[in-house]
């Protein structure tokens, strides 16, 4: 029943259809990322390769088909390291994708910070694992083959890979739900 002299109010829809194709492509690339993890570690490991080259003096050999990258090849002591699905940063982005698309869904309006937080943060977790990568060679080079890759890969390794992705992880959630300067 209305009240004299009041005009029925409108209904705005809760999501837009930008929003629910942000949805949907964010939980699409999430899936897109397990289907082809294979893919994504190739292209972590190349990045790794190209990395590689720039700073080390040594040989160094990209094998893509097994998303595998030798190092210290002019060397008396050549490795190889291989991006196993464990090692991958596609693990700490994907939870960031499906927590971006049920922030989105949830919160419409806070969309486009989403969207930059996760940018920001996906290239975060992308930058921390190629640094994991490089102590990891660092370590093996200065400390050998033994002790290098255990320091770089079980403890070093790991702790660089937790702490640079919490950070990651607070940084999508501070980006994302903070209050810009015309909202307060």
């Known amino acids: ?16 259809l930008p929003t629910r194709i942000a949805v949907v492509g964010l939980l699409g690339l999430a899936a897109l990322l397990v289907i082809l993890n294979r893919a994504y ?16 003096s040594d040989g160094v050999h990209l094998a893509a088909q097994r998303q595998t990258v ?25 939870p960031l994708l499906v927590v971006g698309a049920v ?24 930058v921390v694992n190629q640094l994991r990568i490089l102590t990891l060679v660092g370590l093996i080079e200065w400390l050998g083959t033994d002790r290098g890759y255990y320091w770089g890969h079980t403890l070093l ?4 890979s937790v702490i640079g992705g919490a950070a990651a992880l607070v940084l999508f959630v501070w980006l994302s739900t903070r209050k810009t300067g015309d909202e307060r």
């Open 70 to 94: 030798y190092f210290g090849l002019g060397s008396d002591k050549p490795f190889g390291l291989q991006m196993s699905p464990e090692c991958t940063s596609a693990f700490l982005v994907l």
């Open 103 to 126: 922030m989105i869904a949830l919160r419409p309006r806070i969309a486009k910070r989403v969207l930059v937080a996760l940018l920001i943060a996906g290239v975060a977790v992308i």
């Open 157 to 160: 390794g790991s702790m660089v």
């Open 1 to 16: 029943m209305a009240v004299a002299g009041s005009l029925p109010v409108p209904r705005t829809p809760r999501t837009t």
């Open 41 to 56: 570690r190739t292209g972590e490991m190349v990045l790794a390769s190209a990395i590689l080259r720039v700073v080390s």
